[in-house]
């Protein structure tokens, strides 16, 4: 049933539509409504979930890997300074190969101290080895949380669904809320394929030399891969039952673009506005959205995005010393392309800054009024200080 | 797609008016969208959120910078903050005041109505003589003034939406749909009656 809900109401019920065992999460703004909802569920019995308190959020990703080394299915949510002060465990939840699912709420990193959104937080963790995977609207994030789970359970790796600030986790919509018996259907009870059993403990973690530890590394590395594959078919389910699929990426009037805008997140949304207003007006504009991030989807961005002209990257995010992140994906993606397409970087909206419909109509005439781009990255709407 | 825009004060519970509002209308058979204005909430400090609306998905998520038309919860609020900002020609300006403001200047070119939500509130025991609860009157002031959504839709948004108080609320909406007093266009030579 469709139902007006906050974007972080969206994630807490997906977490109880999936019959998570244990949840353990410290309060960030703007997660905080996540944590509320979720231990509010808790309380009333609405679900039969264990809720850890905590007193960091680098204890609430210990306590889940401990929880999910047990083979039991784990849920927890954050922002960024809590997600940066996660980061040794989101090495350890990835070499441990058990499937935490987060909900990462992009929010700046301070100082200046921030609330708002911005994806640095999400992508500095690109190394760690969790799957991520970028929502634009409250049903996305939904949707995505519950095929999270049967993700991350299928290839034994930890999921990031990351959803922005505001515009996406303190907004609300009509997000179609599935009933219990569907889900249980695409989402059968957890079965590790391997844990630890509480009644017989044993030593575990033991030192890897280099004579096996590079294989374990090698191990992940191809889980990662086949994560590709396995969410196209577990997506292929997902619509048979409820009529939704995203893709790992998505084309928007790509096949006869000559520019494409590269989005993810709300912006996404909003530049499917910009793109229909510009064809209205005869732009040969087209838009690729990326959904998943790690693994980063690099043959299907290269058969896309191969014989268009330019290709103008949208970063909310930003590498320094580098550029833009996604930007710096999409380029090392084509670079052995012959005769690869150009690609133009934007920085937009740190912080949470507004992308509105202008910002991104300036991106497309730049790109469209630039033989070659000004430079690696071009910052709009920078402000004289 | 029409934008609204709500001015009230931390605690007046504006962010749930909005909320309110954007679920009386998916009620309606529209789709909707509605957020506050992205900061960090003091009791008592003016406060904005906002709701969009449109028979047609709503794919824009930015803040709204030129709303079609205006909520205020506090005519205190007209002494120190400028709510026709960006507002449309012609949009209207709902107000919460017993009675019409004295200088109808800065709303030249608008639409105005006004109701004493105050004493709808308090009349129908909605928080307290210094704190009246005023956003389900408001609610029903819209509900009248765009003929849309129905009644039936407010009642059930409200019966969602609201934890405490129910049938109070449904009344205090009622009676707000029954008792505002629209002024409409304000030329500037005069006023023409709605």
């Known amino acids: 049933m469709k139902r007006v809900l906050e974007g972080s109401q969206a994630v807490a019920e997906a977490v109880r539509l999936a019959k998570v065992d244990v949840i353990s999460a410290y309060p960030i703004t703007p997660q905080t409504h996540i944590v509320e909802f979720l231990s509010e569920y808790c ?340 402000q004289e200080v | 797609m029409i934008e609204i825009r709500f001015h009230g004060r931390g605690g007046q519970g504006t962010v749930i008016a909005s909320i309110l509002l954007a679920k009386a209308l998916f009620q309606a058979g529209y789709q909707v969208q509605s957020f506050p204005v992205f900061g960090v909430e003091r009791r008592g400090a003016p406060v904005e959120a906002y709701v969009r609306f449109d028979k047609e998905n709503i794919l824009i998520r930015t803040n709204v910078y030129n709303p079609d038309h205006v909520v205020v919860q506090d005519c205190t609020l007209l002494q120190n903050i400028d709510v026709t900002r960006g507002l449309k020609p012609e949009g209207w300006i709902i107000i919460n005041s017993p009675v019409s403001p004295d200088d109808l200047a800065p709303f030249t070119g608008f639409k105005l109505a006004f109701v004493d939500a105050n004493g709808i509130a308090l009349r129908n025991h909605l928080g307290t003589r210094t704190h009246p609860i005023v956003n389900t009157p408001m609610i029903g002031v819209f509900a009248r003034v765009f003929n849309m959504p129905s009644m039936d839709a407010v009642e059930a948004a409200i019966r969602e939406e609201v934890p405490a108080e129910v049938e109070g609320n449904i009344k205090a909406a009622q009676d707000a749909y029954n008792e505002v007093q629209l002024i409409g266009l304000i030329k500037e030579a005069g006023v023409d009656k709605a």
């Open chain 1, 43 to 382: 309380a009333k019995g609405t679900m039969n979930a264990r809720f850890l308190r905590v007193e960091s959020e680098h204890s609430a990703l210990a306590t889940l890997i401990g929880a999910a080394t047990t083979g039991v299915r784990t849920f927890t949510a954050t922002s960024s300074q809590g997600l940066a002060l996660m980061h040794e465990l989101l090495h350890w939840t990835t070499g441990a190969r058990v499937p935490v699912v987060m909900a990462e709420v992009n929010r700046a990193l301070g100082p200046g101290w921030n609330i708002w959104t911005d994806q640095t937080d999400s992508l500095a963790q690109r190394d760690t080895g969790w799957i991520q995977l970028y929502c634009e609207n409250g049903q996305e994030v939904l949707d995505t949380i519950i095929q999270a789970f049967r993700l991350g359970e299928w290839v034994n790796l930890p999921v990031m669904v990351v959803l922005d600030a505001f515009f996406l986790s303190h907004t609300y919509e009509p997000v179609d809320v599935p009933d219990q018996e569907p889900v249980d259907h695409f989402l059968p009870p957890y079965e590790p394929k391997f844990q630890v059993d509480t009644k017989d403990p044993r030593a575990f973690g033991s030192l890897v030399a280099p004579n096996a530890y590079m294989e374990m590394r090698y191990n992940i590395a191809e889980a990662m891969e086949e994560a590709q594959s396995c969410f196209q078919k577990i997506e292929d389910e997902y619509k048979g039952i409820f009529g939704r699929r995203y893709g790992l990426v998505e084309p928007v009037y790509c096949d006869d673009a000559e520019i494409v805008l590269v989005t993810s997140g709300t912006i996404t949304s909003t530049s499917r506005q910009v793109i229909n207003d510009l064809r209205a007006r005869g732009e040969k504009v087209g838009l690729l959205k990326i959904k998943l991030f790690r693994p980063f989807p690099v043959d299907i961005i290269r058969q896309i995005l191969k014989s268009i002209p330019k290709v103008a990257v949208i970063d909310r995010n930003i590498s320094f010393g580098a550029s833009g992140i996604f930007a710096q994906e999409v380029r090392a993606a084509l670079c052995n392309l012959a005769g690869h397409p150009l690609v133009f970087g934007y920085i937009v909206g740190l912080g949470g800054r507004d992308v509105t419909t202008d910002v991104l109509e300036d991106i497309y005439w730049r790109t469209k009024n630039n033989n070659v781009p000004e430079k690696e990255s071009i910052w709009l709407g920078l």
